[in-house]
């Protein structure tokens, strides 16, 4: 089982849809959440970050995170042409007496098409 | 200081050859990280920094390949005896001790090995 985990997509959404990306994660002690967004050929970058349990909600964007179940995911409403790009899953796994990290999911490619 | 700078963006080289790469991340930004990503995948975490100190390296690392953070502001990844399983973007990040805030990725190395 991969620590974090996404479907790699794409996933294909008419203009003016909701875009509804899920990523799942294997450490039940993981303590941050972030959404990462990457254009084809530049870095991540960072759209969203979720700590707590239920939603948190950032313009178009909408973060939900359930604990319980290790599950995160991300809506983008509105879809526009501009939001096609690969989204990453990010999780914050506590390394113990050294700091932590980020561990990131696969991405799911996300199209808008107009 | 706007952001987190890596040099140089691409890189060429032939198999066998060494190449370094350079990061500087944001100045008040007391970890630096190094991923590795190749097409269609998530970064894969490589190795970290607090200040000066190298605290975890992954069992991706292998022995040809070093970092430094001399003076725990910039860093070096150097690669030796390149092989073209190597080619893949190299991304540095940078961030707070306290991971809550994400990470800032610099622009990435796009190393290519022929």
């Known amino acids: 089982q991969k620590e974090v985990e996404q479907n790699s997509g794409p996933l294909s959404v008419p203009e003016g849809a909701i875009a509804s990306l899920n990523c799942t994660y294997s450490?039940?002690?993981?303590?941050?959440f972030f959404w990462y967004r990457q254009y084809s050929g530049k870095s991540p970058e960072l759209i969203m970050s979720i700590y707590s349990n239920g939603d948190k909600e950032d313009g178009r964007f909408t973060a939900q995170l359930n604990k319980a179940s290790q599950y995160v995911s991300l809506l983008i409403r509105d879809s526009q042409p501009s939001d096609s790009a690969t989204y990453l899953c990010a999780v914050n796994r506590m390394i113990k007496a050294a700091g932590n990290k980020l561990t990131f999911g696969g991405g799911t490619r996300v199209l808008v098409k107009p | 200081d706007t952001g987190v700078s890596q040099d140089p963006r691409h890189k060429i080289t032939k198999r066998g050859q060494n190449v370094t790469f350079r990061c500087d991340p944001i100045?008040?930004?007391?970890?630096l990280y190094w991923y590795r990503q190749t097409l269609g995948q998530g970064p894969e975490f490589l190795t970290y920094?607090?200040?000066?100190?190298?605290?975890?390296k992954s069992r991706l690392l292998s022995d040809r390949f070093s970092a430094e953070r001399p003076k725990g502001s910039f860093s070096t990844l150097e690669i030796q005896r390149t092989e073209q399983g190597d080619s893949a973007m190299y991304l540095c990040a940078s961030s707070f001790y306290e991971l809550n805030y994400g990470y800032t990725f610099g622009s990435g190395t796009r190393l290519t090995v022929v």
């Open positions: 450490d039940r002690g993981s303590q941050s």
């Open positions: 920094f607090q200040n000066e100190a190298q605290l975890e």
């Open positions: 100045s008040e930004h007391n970890r």
